[in-house]
T-cell receptor, first 114, second 112 residues
Framework: DGGITQSPKYLFRKEGQNVTLSCEQN?????MYWYRQDPGQGLRLIYYSQIVNDFQKGDIAEGYSVSREKKESFPLTVTSAQKNPTAFYLC?????????????FGSGTQLSVL | SQQGEEDPQALSIQEGENATMNCSYK?????LQWYRQNSGRGLVHLIL?????REKHSGRLRVTLDTSKKSSSLLITASRAADTASYFCATAFTGGGNKLTFGTGTQLKVEL
């Protein structure tokens, strides 16, 4: 099956700990995105990548880091600098970053603080 | 924020009825998209309407776009219990490439 795989489904973070959320796609898409979803607030863009070895900050990048070493992988690290990390994290991809492209989403990772 | 706003926040209807959700946004757009999200799951793309289009259909879905009012509506006809989900509009702002800005969503509940 083609699609986007996020893991783990649930993740718990201790105080001061960095955690990494995995996102893998086999759709051969150029662009990948990370969104954060809080209850009642919709989705907010954290980081996006248009091509391998390149990425840009979204609207709420502080406390997060990403890498794009392979086309199919776009992991997100939630660092200890992110003071309110509890949220539902969604990874998405699109064929390109041109206009009029639809996004394909993974099934999400729920991150909670212990 | 350039975030779109959906209205209503929550909607409860009976199976077979039509459901209408509205979305308003603030600046000029290249396109507007609607997505569906089942509880605890990822979003699924429903339909994309470009800024030069006024209406689009896909199965039981009908989307309209009024760029002069900066608003869009999603109509689901003959609703089913399986349509129960949250629905989000997302806008690609002019000059923003394919970065999408999502609204806060409408929670639709379709009762038997």
């Amino acid at each position: 099956d083609g699609g986007i795989t996020q893991s783990p489904k649930y993740l718990f973070r201790k105080e001061g700990q960095n955690v990494t959320l995995s996102c893998e796609q086999n759709l051969n898409h150029d662009a990948m995105y990370w969104y954060r979803q809080d209850p009642g607030q919709g989705l907010r863009l954290i980081y996006y990548s248009q091509i391998v070895n390149d990425f840009q900050k979204g609207d709420i990048a502080e406390g997060y880091s990403v890498s794009r070493e392979k086309k199919e992988s776009f992991p997100l690290t939630v660092t200890s600098a992110q003071k309110n990390p509890t949220a539902f994290y969604l990874c998405a991809s699109s064929i390109q970053t041109g206009v009029n492209e639809k996004l394909f989403f993974g099934s999400g990772t729920q991150l909670s603080v212990l | 924020s350039q975030q779109g706003e959906e209205d209503p926040q929550a909607l409860s209807i009976q199976e077979g009825e039509n459901a209408t959700m509205n979305c308003s946004y603030k600046t000029s757009i290249n396109n507007l998209q609607w997505y569906r999200q089942n509880s605890g799951r990822g979003l699924v793309h429903l339909i994309l309407i470009r800024s030069n289009e006024r209406e689009k259909h896909s199965g039981r879905l009908r989307v309209t776009l009024d760029t002069s009012k900066k608003s869009s509506s999603l109509l689901i006809t003959a609703s089913r219990a399986a349509d129960t989900a949250s629905y989000f509009c997302a806008t690609a702002f002019t000059g923003g490439g394919n970065k999408l800005t999502f609204g806060t969503g409408t929670q639709l509940k379709v009762e038997l």
